[in-house]
Structure formats: C-alpha cells, structure tokens
C-alpha cells in the first residue's frame, strides 16, 4: 500500500526539514495565511492549538492529509510575540533571562473528508541570566528575527540555554514524537 498524500502548510523550511528526518516528503507545502492575533485572555495552549488548526483548515484540500504547526513562547501565561524589530526582541530576552519558560508547539492534521486530529507538545527552556553584553551581542546576529520569543534554539541561542526538558524539535518548531504518532493514527508508515 502507498503512503497517503501530506500536504504541509507551513512557510517555514526548519518545519520541512523537520518532517524530512521523519523519512516523508510532503506532495505540496501550501503555506496557510491567517489572522495570528490572540484573543483577550487566550491561554497559551489553546491558543497554540487553534492556530495549527486553523492553518490546517486554511489550506484544506480533499486530496490529502494537511499537517500544519504552531509554536508559541510563553511567560506564565502571557503570550510572547514573534520579534519583527529589535526593541521588541529585546524586551523578550530580558524577560526569559534567568528564569524558567515554556514553549507550547501544537500540530493538527486534516484529513481529507474534513476531521482534524491535534497534539500539543509542551517543553520548559531556561535561560541563564544574560548579562547586557550577552544581549547585545545576540541582537546583533539577528538570529531572532520572526522568531516567537526572540529567539531561536537552532542557533547561537543553545549557548545560553543551560537546560531544557522536553522536545528540542519541538521548541524548534515541529515536535518530532507527536508528529510521528499522530501520522501514524492517520494511517501513515513511518519506521
Ligand atoms: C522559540 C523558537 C521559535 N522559532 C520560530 C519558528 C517560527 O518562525 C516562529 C513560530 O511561528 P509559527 O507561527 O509557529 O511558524 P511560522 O510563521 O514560521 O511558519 P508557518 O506558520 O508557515 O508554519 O518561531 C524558532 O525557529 N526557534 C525557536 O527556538
């Protein structure tokens, strides 16, 4: 028997590399454009699987299985945002300097005749304390740019993270042991 057809829709080429570690290769990657403004008091999770889910509706198709994925930073139970300029990136990284945080990476998968499956993973990161020049000098490499918490673990950032417990790929953006079985109860063969 074949393998189903995937659709990703994601924009982002670490979620493709991602999926590729997992031995698939989507048919088509058909990024999904919607509205990611967190509604008033949204807790980070649900807001975390709403969004994979509503990119996973947004590229809908009757052909295939759509995975999309969602990465949320969040402080307690306040929603970082992804840093588009530096002022912003910088309130992030003074925020999670020294102190625990969570990374909320949800992933949701329509199948064809329209029903959506979903999975949350959550892991803890902790920075060290970062001192004013360590700051600096993470700006300036502009590794935190559309990153959601002004960062990005796949990068100079590991070097200031003294632990994590949870999913490094998850943190990365597609956490690889829930996507796995999540596929998997959709039919897919994956080693
Ligand atoms: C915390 C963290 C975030 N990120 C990035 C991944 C994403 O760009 C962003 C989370 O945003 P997402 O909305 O999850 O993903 P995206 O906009 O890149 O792609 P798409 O919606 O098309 O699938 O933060 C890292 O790359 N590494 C990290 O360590």
Known sequence: MGQPTLILASASPRRRELIARLGLEPAAINPADIDETPAAGERPRDYAIRMAREKAQAAASDDGFVLA????VAAGRRILPKAEDEVTARKCLELLS???HRVLSAIA???PDGHMRERLCETMVLFKRLSAEE????????????KAGGYAIQGLAEGLISRIQGSHSGVVGLPLYETRALLKSAGFQIV
């Open 69 to 72: 994925g969602d990465t949320v």
């Open 98 to 100: 020294g102190r625990r």
């Open 109 to 111: 998968l329509r199948a």
């Open 135 to 146: 700051i600096d000098a993470y700006l300036a490499s502009g590794e935190w740019e559309g």
